[in-house]
């Protein structure tokens, strides 16, 4: 049918699935999961996270519309956010997770990564890494 339309088409490489699953938290951890959502490069852009329990159980959750930014500025506001709100709730032990590989990649990069942002108002240097 595609070729009937005169359509070309071009095969890439496929990829094989894999099990994507959720993990539990340890006894008395909480884990937060962390996402963003944008339409464009940039544009208008969301961040949220849900916090859970060790035994699956709904501990919070948070969603923040960010206005006009990039994909990886709303994910690490995301991680602000998450740890803001984790603060709040008095939690020490927490397990973070995003999907983004650059956001992991700063937090673990052996140099320094900085990152200026606005947080209610207030001009936040973010700086990621090691230091030496």
């Not at 983004?100 to 207030?122: E, K, P, Q, Y």
């Amino acid at each position: 049918m595609i070729k009937f339309f005169g359509i070309n088409t071009r095969t890439g490489k496929v990829f094989r699935p894999f099990l994507v699953r959720w993990e539990f938290p340890s006894i008395g951890w909480v884990k937060i999961n962390t996402d963003e959502a944008a339409r464009g490069y940039p544009s208008l852009a969301t961040c949220g996270g849900i916090f859970r329990g060790s035994m699956k159980e709904f501990i919070g959750v948070f969603s923040v519309f960010l206005e006009v930014q990039t994909a990886i500025v709303a994910e690490f506001y995301g991680i602000i956010y998450a740890m803001e709100e984790a603060q709040k709730m008095g939690l020490s032990n927490v397990w973070l997770e995003c999907d983004s590989a650059l956001v992991c990649a700063a937090f673990i990069a052996r140099t320094n990564v900085s990152w200026m942002l606005h947080n209610d108002g207030i001009l936040v240097l973010i700086t990621v890494g090691n230091k030496v």
